[in-house]
């Protein structure tokens, strides 16, 4: 397909999407918060009063969720690239799997964590395998992440594709956590091999 006529399908697409024209009334900053709210009715992650961390935060939408419907929390979002400020969160700038990223963020907080959530993706490249396989990367880092710094019986929820290292993190996943779902909320667009995998109770 032609380049303008692959742009002109995803406006058109955008146009008629019902989740980016609810955003845009809620005051969201992008259509991915329906799919931390979907999640969140299934899974009951949240709740008031918890540490959270948000990897691949930017533009935040998933923070202002977080920061609007929950008290007394401590969340701290992480991206590589520049976010609007949002009330009660603690921001930072940089890549998250440098360790110097990952300390700032355990620093933070002055217990362990209750609650990791990741939507990290890298910029696509068109080639939906390699995107997959480093999106594949980005999660297994965050797993690896949460096990050493959440509190037991803490909750990790991570953005997963169906490729090449799915079955590698599911397996991971299960060693380190009492429950392991793997749901594709409605908001996920179905034509996208994204899904996420909700990991609850550290054991
Ligand atoms: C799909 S967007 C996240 C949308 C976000 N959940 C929201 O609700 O607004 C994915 C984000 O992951 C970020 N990202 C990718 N690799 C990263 C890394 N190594 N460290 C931090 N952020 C990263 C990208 O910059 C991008 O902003």
């Given amino acids: 397909m032609k380049k303008n006529k692959f742009s002109k399908n995803w406006i058109i697409k955008q ?6 024209k609810q955003s845009k009334i809620e005051g969201y900053r992008s259509r991915a918060v329906y799919k931390l709210q979907e999640i969140n009715n299934k899974f009951k992650i949240l709740k008031n009063g918890i540490n959270v961390v948000d990897l691949g935060a930017a533009p935040g939408s998933w923070s202002q969720f977080i920061s609007r419907n929950f008290k007394n929390l401590k969340l701290v979002s992480i991206d590589t690239k520049e976010m609007e400020e949002i009330e009660n969160t603690h ?8 360790e110097l990223q990952q300390k700032k ?6 217990r362990k964590i209750d609650l990791v959530i990741s939507d990290m993706a890298v910029n696509t490249t ?6 997959s396989i480093v999106t ?12 050493n710094t959440l509190k037991k019986q803490g909750s990790f929820v991570s953005k997963i594709f169906m490729g090449s290292s799915f079955n590698e993190i599911v397996q991971h996943a299960k060693k380190n956590f009492k429950q392991v779902h ?15 995998i909700i990991c609850k109770h550290l054991r």
């Fill in 182 to 196: 793997i749901f594709k909320p409605p908001a996920s667009r179905k034509d996208s091999k994204e899904s996420f």
């Fill in 91 to 98: 921001q930072i700038k940089g890549d998250f799997t440098d």
């Fill in 15 to 20: 146009k008629r999407d019902i989740y980016i």
């Fill in 136 to 147: 594949g990367e980005l999660s297994i880092e965050a797993l690896n992440f949460s096990t």
């Fill in 126 to 131: 068109g080639n939906k395998n390699l995107d």
């Fill in 105 to 110: 963020i355990i620093d933070y907080f002055s």
